[in-house]
């Protein structure tokens, strides 16, 4: 059975109801002292709420399925409505926060079992549990198992899996996409994960997907100030006063030192910074204050870190430093025009520096007062980029075919020294060709573009570091779904890439992929965009064509300067 006209026009219904009422909604920004909200129970940001309908009288079992899944709308009262739709015993075995199912499209198909149903996806994304979300491109299809029985004359689901189903534009309303935060292992930096989280019942929400961890492309790249095992004490996280009063589980935060106490607080206050009822944070125990003294010990992480204001690019076969639209001299480095250097990269925190063969099969790199040292030759090599760690990495094929990622130290080794290099072949970049390999700011993640068979993936893994900060591992990656296949690809900021195919004679039109899952957001097409680069965020955008090197400006591009290629910011 196709999906029927009362459930297009019950879900059009729905949403315009609660556009109404987000376009009503006002952000509280003051209250009386000591007012209370209970976070999971209340409505600290008046968002937007469905009302679903009950069970109908007399409805047949495709309507209570759909009606079912329009109920799985309504969060309130632990999906109160749509537990009617459920007979007593699948009613109180039901967890509807196990799994969220977003689509494009559903309907329900009878199969060969008496009143067993589907309730069959076209899926456009899956959420967790902790609220990490899988995209999935168009035509993946999903089937939802129903069984279903009569009580007292009406038809009710005796049987259905675990979670709910909502459509894509219904999500979108009633779920936000928020960072929780990280650390790097070196408590330096602040790396956000992504999340997905009802709007009404965000700041408990976080608070549980803090303590259970990163999602698991981050795991071992990233660390934690709550020890494994600590949860939360209470079903609610009250914002008082301001106040987000986070009761843990006494034991481990008792016997927490003060540093520790003062890094989950920190790292709580980082991801709550989305919500504006939450002014400061509190620890509590068993529900008492756990006092944390801020004594100096602990600096605040820093966030979406910024990069350099200038561009290390290439001109008349020589690296070169463009700032302020001029190109000059890359300061205290030898000539390297023997070399004939192309795709160049700069280290953000050594003057260290990177680049390729003119064939793009040798990686040199090069400090002040000393020539340039090759450190790998291969049949082809992905254009170098630097991390916070000062490694600098790139990809090509191995020895044996394989797909090897390549890591080398540059900085500070004496001449004639060997350079600490480290070689790794994740299992699942096998058979694939590394289009870009480009390293976060904070040196936790990595951008990955590949190629197999014609088909482009991009991606993002964690990179798992030893003790003392040298490259042991990559993560099995997240998928991002771009619109097109691209195979050049920068950070932007901290939870945006942007990539483009490129092209030297056709319209190019670069797209911002975040890592929310969320659609791509195009740019502006330009003809015969080769190169890509980005600084601080969507505004410093670069492309180079053969007429010169352009900033996105609006919704357009503004050409910048002539004579140089190849431009990359530190990193």
């Not at 520096?353 to 450190?375: E, H, M, W």
Request: with cysteine; proline share 9%.
């Amino acid at each position: 059975m196709s999906r029927t006209p009362k459930l297009a026009a019950v879900t059009a219904a729905l949403l315009a109801l609660v556009l109404l009422l987000a376009s009503c909604a006002q952000i509280p920004r003051s209250g009386p002292v000591g007012k209370s909200t209970d976070e999971s129970a209340g409505k600290p940001n008046n968002a937007p709420v469905f009302f679903p309908v009950a069970p109908r009288a007399g409805a047949g079992p495709e309507a209570v399925i759909e009606d079912f899944y329009l109920a799985g709308s309504g969060y309130e009262d632990d999906y109160a409505v749509a537990r009617q739709y459920l007979t007593q015993a699948s009613s109180v075995k039901w967890k509807p926060d196990q799994r969220v199912l977003v689509f494009r499209s559903a309907r329900v198909v009878r199969t060969a079992v008496e009143n067993v149903y589907n309730y069959e996806l076209d899926l456009a994304y899956s959420v967790d549990a902790d609220g990490i979300a899988t995209p999935m491109p168009p035509g993946s299809k999903e089937n939802i198992p129903a069984t279903l029985t009569k009580v007292d004359g009406e038809w009710r689901i005796a049987e259905i899996p675990d979670g709910t189903a909502i459509p894509e534009e219904t999500f979108k309303v009633i779920y936000g996409a928020y960072p929780i935060y990280f650390y790097d292992p070196t408590f330096t930096y602040a790396v956000p994960d992504m999340r997905w989280f009802i709007k009404k019942k965000t700041v408990k929400a976080m608070a549980s997907a803090l303590l259970g961890g990163p999602a698991p492309y981050l795991k071992g790249a990233v660390v934690s100030a709550f020890p494994s095992g600590m949860k939360l004490a209470r079903e609610s996280v009250p914002v008082v006063s301001g106040a987000a009063q986070v009761d843990l589980t006494a034991k481990e935060l008792v016997e927490a030192s003060n540093k520790d106490r003062l890094r989950m607080q920190t790292q709580l206050a980082l991801t709550f910074r989305s919500q504006p009822d939450v002014i400061n944070v509190e620890l509590r125990a068993n529900q008492d204050l756990v006092r944390v003294e801020d004594d100096g010990s602990v600096l605040p992480p820093v966030r979406d870190e910024d990069v350099p204001a200038h561009q290390i690019a290439v001109s008349d076969n020589d690296l070169v430093r463009v700032e302020n639209n001029k190109i000059g001299p890359l300061p205290d480095m030898r000539s390297v025009k023997a070399l004939v250097p192309r795709l160049p990269a700069e280290s953000p925190v050594s003057q260290a520096a990177a680049f390729l063969s003119g064939n793009r099969t040798t990686l040199y790199s090069i400090v002040p007062g000393q020539p340039a040292r090759a450190l790998t030759t291969r049949a082809a090599l992905s254009r170098p980029s630097f991390g916070r760690y000062d490694w600098v990495w790139t990809a090509g094929p191995g020895g044996n075919g394989a797909t090897q990622v390549l890591a080398y130290r540059p900085a500070g080794v004496a001449p004639g020294a060997t350079v600490p290099a480290v070689t790794l072949t994740p299992s699942w970049l096998a058979g694939r060709t590394v289009k870009e390999f480009r390293v976060s700011r904070e040196g936790t993640r990595a951008l990955v573009i590949s190629e197999r068979n014609g088909k482009t993936s991009v991606q993002v893994t964690g990179i798992v570091r030893n003790a003392d900060g040298t490259p042991r591992d990559l993560t099995a990656p997240i998928t991002l779904l771009p619109a097109r296949a691209p195979d050049r690809g920068v950070w932007v900021n901290d939870t945006t890439v942007a990539v483009m195919k490129a092209s030297e004679s056709g319209n190019v039109t670069p797209e911002l992929l975040s890592l929310t899952a969320g659609q791509p957001q195009q740019l502006a097409p330009w003809p015969g965009l080769t190169a890509l680069s980005a600084g601080n965020g969507p505004l410093e955008i670069y492309g180079q064509s053969a007429e010169g090197i352009f900033q996105r400006v609006g919704n357009g591009w503004s050409q910048q300067l002539k004579g140089a290629v190849d431009p990359a910011f530190p990193g």
